[in-house]
């Protein structure tokens, strides 16, 4: 079958949720049994999301293959429950590095290189990679940013030529943004949207549908006005209110036919449609639940708690499967550390679990060891992912084998015990491996003690799960805690790297070194958050 190209553009403010409107486009189309592949380009000059500011920009999400990306493709995965890989993420300073090398080996032949044809082929390249590799049968690209921005002017000329290239039959313009309310008049405004297709048009690209979000109910003479102004056709301008969970937009979007509509105009033959399970999942939100779980989250970056999304979602999927209401709590690990004993009691009794998330860097981490050290001793189910694992090790090694010193060489390279370090091995291994980064990326394979409760949790013996850290337990102190009663739940299966950490004698004591959040998923929630959260109602 012909690939199908689907491009999601962003107009009048950012912060829309574009991702979660193309994710769910896709999962509307995948139910209907086609192929779907996702992608995002996003304007920066970096080349991928791993150096971006987390507290700027949120979560650094990653994928199978190692690639760190925007918080966006944690969505696409959520949303059409598949395993994304690099072609999904291109940033604009990957398709520049790629010019300016071929540039300097002399592939373009003396010739003058410029934004057009030489950026916009890259970027088309990237697009016909992508569907070639993942052989979908529809490709949805969202362009990051909003249109009008400088900085995405050369994505938006190659997803114009696109049509031109693969023909009207084959593309499709999906065009996402708002309708503010004005307090004082009591209505919605349809000027910024009416300009920001009139900037899209002028860019040569007329839009086959229409997104339009807003806080508050769209009436259908908005509607008209809206399509009159803007040569979109009435059915195809689509009203999307904010709703109390992203996972309904699927929904919603296929009440309004968003499916019939993309059928007619790709000429794509819808299958049968089965958003069976899917509804299923909705319909869990919607059944009130009868008991309210709080669950603490130790972080550090308070102001900006996109960094967690993929924790937050694994334990609202959980919740939801459990048909518990969760409440998330924010625990400030620098607030604890300021905090004496009473305090801190005082703070962690309000929660029936705690998770401490990963992280980098010094600021906080005395007060999540802290935050650890309560859930250990009053037996409150923990769940410790990346730091938190590394932390809950540190932990331990202090309060339990008595080594008071114990540390990560993250934060004290002199520490006499160090716990926590980097593998010299490993770390060459890395370098070779990662293009000269020295982090363990992506999905590395696993073995599980079967003795352990995180086995029981997983019931098997050997899993994936992704990893984005530079520090790995220390083998040496291995025999150590073992004899304290620390249990070895999961290794590489060569034994060399410790993965998962547990406790006996407690409700649900659980660390591991990989990122588990990135695999959870609404139609594959992850065994370990529903085991977290079932533990934690039950405490
Ligand atoms: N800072 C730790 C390391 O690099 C943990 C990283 C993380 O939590 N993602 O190993």
């Known amino acids: 079958m012909q690939t199908k190209f689907i491009f999601v553009t962003g107009g009048v403010l950012s912060g829309l949720g574009k991702g979660v409107t193309a994710a769910s486009i896709g999962n509307i189309l995948k139910s209907h049994g086609f192929k779907i592949w996702m992608q995002k380009f996003d304007q920066y000059l970096n080349i991928d999301a791993g150096t971006l500011n987390p507290e700027e920009h949120g979560e650094v999400f990653v994928l199978d293959d190692g690639s760190e990306t925007d918080l966006d493709l944690g969505h696409y995965e959520r949303f059409i429950d598949t395993s994304l890989d690099k072609t999904s993420s291109v940033m604009s300073g990957q398709i520049y590095q790629a010019i300016l090398e071929k540039e300097r080996s002399g592939k373009y032949l003396g010739k003058t290189i410029q934004m ?23 490709l949805i690209t969202e362009i990051g940013g909003t249109i009008g921005d400088y900085e995405g002017t050369h994505f938006v000329e190659a997803i114009r030529q696109m049509k031109h290239d693969v023909g009207e039959d084959n593309v499709l313009y999906v065009h996402v943004g708002f309708l503010p309310y004005l307090g004082a008049s009591q209505e919605l405004k349809g000027r910024p949207m009416q300009f920001s297709v009139h900037d899209l048009q002028a860019m040569g690209i007329q839009p086959d549908v229409l997104i339009c979000r807003s806080d508050h109910p769209v009436k259908p003479s908005m509607v008209k006005k809206i399509a009159l102004f803007t040569g979109v056709e009435e059915e195809a301008v689509i009203p999307l209110e904010t709703v109390n969970t992203i996972y309904k937009v699927p929904l919603i979007l296929e009440k309004y036919h968003l499916d019939q509509i993309v059928s007619r105009k790709l000429k794509l033959k819808l299958k049968n449609q089965s958003n069976k399970e ?32 993929s924790v937050t979602e694994s334990l609202k999927i959980a ?3 459990q048909n518990v209401k969760l409440e998330l709590g924010w625990i400030d690990a620098e607030q604890l550390e300021k905090s004496s004993k009473q305090e801190i009691a005082k703070i962690m009794k309000e929660y029936d679990a705690i998770c401490v998330p990963g992280g980098f860097g010094s600021r906080g981490i005395e007060g999540k060891i802290l935050a650890i050290e309560y859930a250990r001793k009053h037996k409150i189910p923990f769940l410790g992912l990346c730091y938190g694992m590394q932390l809950a090790t540190i932990e331990f090694t202090r309060n339990v084998a008595n080594l008071k010193s114990a540390n ?33 990326l992506g999905a590395y394979p696993c073995k599980l003690n079967k003795k352990s409760k995180t086995y029981q949790c997983y019931k098997k013996e050997s899993i994936f799960e992704r990893h984005r850290h530079r520090y790995e337990f220390n083998n040496q102190y291995r025999e150590i805690l073992e004899q304290k009663g620390l249990v ?30 990135f695999k959870s998923r609404p139609l594959s929630p992850h065994p370990l958050f529903v085991e977290f959260v079932k533990t934690a109602l039950k405490n």
Request: hydrophobic share 35%; charged share 25%; glycine share 4%.
């Open 116 to 138: 057009i044809p030489h950026v916009t082929d890259e970027v088309k390249s990237r697009i016909f990679k992508a569907a070639v590799d993942s052989k979908c049968d529809v």
């Open 278 to 309: 899917w509804s299923k999942f909705i319909q869990k939100i919607d059944t009130s639940p009868k008991k309210t779980i709080k669950i603490g989250l130790v972080g550090k970056y308070m102001a900006m708690k996109d960094t967690y999304f």
């Open 319 to 321: 919740a939801i499967w």
């Open 408 to 440: 990560t060489t993250e934060i004290n390279p002199k520490t006499p015990h160090p716990v926590i370090h980097i593998m010299p091995d490993q770390e060459k291994k890395m370098l070779e491996h990662n293009y000269g980064g020295s982090m363990r």
């Open 488 to 517: 070895i739940a999961g290794t590489s299966p060569d034994n060399h790297l410790v993965e998962i950490i547990e406790l006996k004698n407690h409700p649900f004591f659980i660390a591991t070194q990989f990122h588990p959040e």
